[in-house]
């Protein structure tokens, strides 16, 4: 095997792990705000939705270079088995070990959201939740391999992203929202199976003209639950994707 060794690979491996930890926890974080409902009139849950999608795409990218150059470094005896399974890496077994860990779980948390629509929701939501633990074994991992994560400016950076994610974690739990029954990141209405939308969807102007108008001159149709219920539901195009 040809030796491929110089120490700007060494740099960019310790460099683009700080970064790839930096971004995964604005990803934490954004999706604590998504799953809290965060979102104004200034940024929406949308723009905050998609923020959280594409940083987590740097981040991702960002990982599979700190990987890379890891790997390729001669100088050290990891190889691309270590990058996935625990406990194969010749250099600093376990401190590699658990940041093949964090790689499994944010592998599974990825690809289960690029497959999002062919999985199903429970499943979806299950395998998020990995991006706790994947986190936390990264901050393990950071800690015990790392050269700059021990001490200094380092340690503060790897400390501040802990801090910020355990904040996140404290914040999701105690301010989480009362989801509506049935309510899915796919599906914003009650699906078949969940109850009528607590709040009924606006009747169509002909079937306004149909109601009587009161005082002020403006429509204001009750709708009974049974009639809600019995409202189409709207279809986004990623609803309307055939899910098995
Ligand atoms: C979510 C996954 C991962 C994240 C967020 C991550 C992040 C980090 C961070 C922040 C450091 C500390 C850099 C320093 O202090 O110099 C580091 C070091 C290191 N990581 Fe990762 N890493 C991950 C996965 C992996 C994997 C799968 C491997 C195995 C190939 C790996 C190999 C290494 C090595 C060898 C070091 C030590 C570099 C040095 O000598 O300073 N990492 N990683």
């Not at 965060?38 to 940024?43: E, F, I, L, S």
């Not at 779980?105 to 990995?130: D, G, P």
């Not at 340690?155 to 049935?182: D, E, I, N, T």
Request: glycine share 6%; charged share 15%.
């Amino acid at each position: 095997m040809i030796a491929l060794t110089t120490p700007y690979l060494w740099y960019t491996t310790r460099a683009t792990g700080m970064v790839a930890l930096v971004l995964f926890t604005i990803v934490v974080t954004l999706g604590t705000l998504v799953a809290n409902r965060v979102g104004g009139t200034v940024v929406g849950r949308f723009e905050v939705n998609e923020l959280h999608r594409s940083v987590s795409i740097v981040a991702v990218i960002f990982l599979v270079m700190h990987i890379t150059t890891t790997v390729i470094d001669s100088y050290v005896a990891t190889g691309w088995i270590s990058v996935l399974v625990p406990m194969t890496s010749a250099y600093r077994r376990v401190g590699v070990a658990v940041g093949a860990v964090a790689f499994d779980l944010i592998l599974a948390v990825w690809l289960s959201s690029l497959l999002k629509v062919r999985v199903k929701n429970e499943t979806w939501r299950f395998i998020h939740w990995f991006s706790w633990l994947a986190f936390s074994s990264a901050i393990l991992h950071a800690y015990l391999t790392g050269t700059d994560a021990k001490s200094g400016v380092g340690l503060a950076v790897v400390a501040a992203c802990a801090a910020s994610v355990f904040a996140a974690a404290l914040w999701r739990y105690f301010a989480r929202p009362a989801r509506a029954a049935g309510r899915t990141a796919l599906s914003p209405l009650a699906t078949a199976k969940g109850p009528a939308p607590t709040q009924p969807r606006p009747a169509s102007p002909k079937a306004l003209s149909s109601f009587p108008r009161s005082e002020a001159g403006t429509a204001t149709p009750t709708v009974t639950s049974q009639q809600a219920s019995s409202f189409p539901r709207s279809q986004s195009p990623r609803q309307s994707k055939k899910r098995r």
